[in-house]
Nanobody, 125 residues
Framework: VQLQASGGGSVQAGGSLRLSCAAS????????MGWFRQGPGKEREFVAA????????AYADSVKGRFTISRDNAKNTIYLQMNSLKPDDTAVYYC???????????????????WGQGTQVTVSS
């Protein structure tokens, strides 16, 4: 599946952004999805994940209570609503997909086979 992330930008601390990730090429059903981010000089880290049905979600501790992952399977799109943004949230955000018949949350980059191109989020203090 091909993934296209969008919605990044520059905001001040405390602001909000909503990222989108549109999938194409194959049926979206059955794909568990995740958001990861990579800040300057840092490794790629898990942000949030959602199962193909949307019935299970998971978040990194650093974003819990501020970010919300969701999906619209009719539109082949997932979203990441980011509120109360902090300068530490500055990073390139990537969406990722994994096809699986097992309902599990995957939180490691190596668990995902398809990746979007990334969208830059910059939060200024």
């Amino acid at each position: 599946v091909q993934l296209q992330a969008s919605g990044g930008g520059s905001v001040q601390a405390g602001g909000s952004l909503r990222l989108s990730c549109a999938a194409s090429g194959r049926t979206f059903n059955g794909y568990h999805m995740g958001w990861f981010r990579q800040g300057p000089g840092k490794e790629r880290e898990f942000v949030a994940a959602i199962t193909w049905s949307g019935g299970m979600t998971a978040y990194a501790d650093s974003v819990k209570g501020r970010f919300t992952i969701s999906r619209d399977n009719a539109k082949n799109t997932i979203y990441l609503q980011m509120n109360s943004l902090k300068p530490d949230d500055t990073a390139v955000y990537y969406c990722a997909a994994r096809f699986s018949g097992i309902v599990l949350i995957f939180t490691t980059p190596g668990s995902y086979g398809d990746w979007g191109q990334g969208t830059q989020v910059t939060v200024s203090s």
